[in-house]
């Protein structure tokens, strides 16, 4: 019974890391139809951000509980700048190209901020593990859990909570579902449809950013670390369906508990189990659980 209940919450820890990240990347592809493999590179942005940040604010002895306040200022920080710079720079040359095209620049942009990380922050790893502790452990079912994980919960709850009401309650996210079901029509209609592009991609920017910041705590801080996380976001927003909120919750969530019933039951095969159960979910439904299938325009 204790290894189900401790399978059933790691799933769910690991499931809100990775919906924090995979939601960004399915919100740009589901306005700007492009997949982003620069997401990860967002994500390490907001890791590396938050680790410097938190290291300076641990150093002047300020109040402790301030320091998640620093890694949510560290995604902001990120994202703001990151995002139109991105999206205005170099995206919208490409968005009539082939998705081939946009795919390549987006990971050559991919290879281009991994070598700016490195040039910034050097090689060697960073260690900004005080907020992970501050909070301490919990009991459940006679195993300790660090409170940091339900942290990580909240948060993912609250992003995505948060995001569903801004798209679904405000005059904004109506532009949005408009521009997504027709950017021609929209336009037309006059809506800024440029201005709608770089605030989606600044919002999936911060979401990325968001994750990586509140992941630093928790890991060492090191080159490399964006290449583990877009894979497993990329699976996802696959078995989710690309462009799908609703898709990016269920699949973080089939893909943590997948994970961490792996982990305990067949170690050697975590991997192997996720990428499984990816190509199942192709195979039965290959637009993903929650994507419809896209009219065919003339």
Request: aromatic share 12%.
């Amino acid at each position: 019974m204790n290894t189900w209940l401790i399978i059933a919450v790691d799933g769910v820890a690991f499931a809100s890391w990775l919906f924090l990240i995979s939601v960004g990347m399915t919100l740009i592809y589901g306005v700007l139809r492009i997949l982003n493999v620069a997401h990860g590179s967002l994500y390490a942005l907001g890791a590396y951000t938050g680790a410097s940040l938190i290291i300076a604010y641990f150093r002047h002895d300020l109040w402790p509980y301030g320091s998640y306040l620093v890694l949510f200022g560290a995604a902001l920080l990120v994202g703001v700048i990151a995002g139109p710079l991105i999206e205005r720079g170099l995206l919208r040359w490409v968005y009539d190209r082939d998705p081939a095209v946009q795919l390549l620049v987006t990971y050559a942009l991919f290879l281009i901020l991994e070598d700016a990380i490195k040039l910034g922050w050097g090689a060697d790893p960073y260690y900004a593990y005080k907020p992970y502790q501050l909070l301490g452990q919990v009991q459940l079912g006679g195993i300790a859990y660090p409170r940091y994980s339900f942290l990580l919960l909240g948060i993912a709850v609250a992003a995505g909570g948060a995001l569903w009401l801004f798209i679904n309650r405000t005059r904004f996210g109506k532009l949005i579902v408009a521009v997504i079901e027709d950017p021609e029509i929209s336009t037309a209609m006059g809506v800024n449809v440029p201005r709608v592009y770089v605030i989606t991609f600044t919002l999936g920017a911060v979401l990325a950013a968001l994750g990586g910041a509140f992941t630093a705590p928790m890991i060492s801080v090191a080159p490399g670390i964006a290449v583990e996380v877009i894979v497993l976001a990329f699976a996802v927003v696959v078995i989710g369906g690309l462009g799908s909120l609703e898709g990016a919750a269920l699949g973080a969530l089939i893909v943590g508990i997948v994970r961490a019933a792996a982990v305990h039951h067949i170690p050697d095969l975590e991997l192997f189990a996720i990428y499984l159960v990816m190509a199942a979910v192709l195979l039965v439904r290959p637009q993903g659980l929650f994507a419809r299938e896209e009219r065919r325009r003339i």
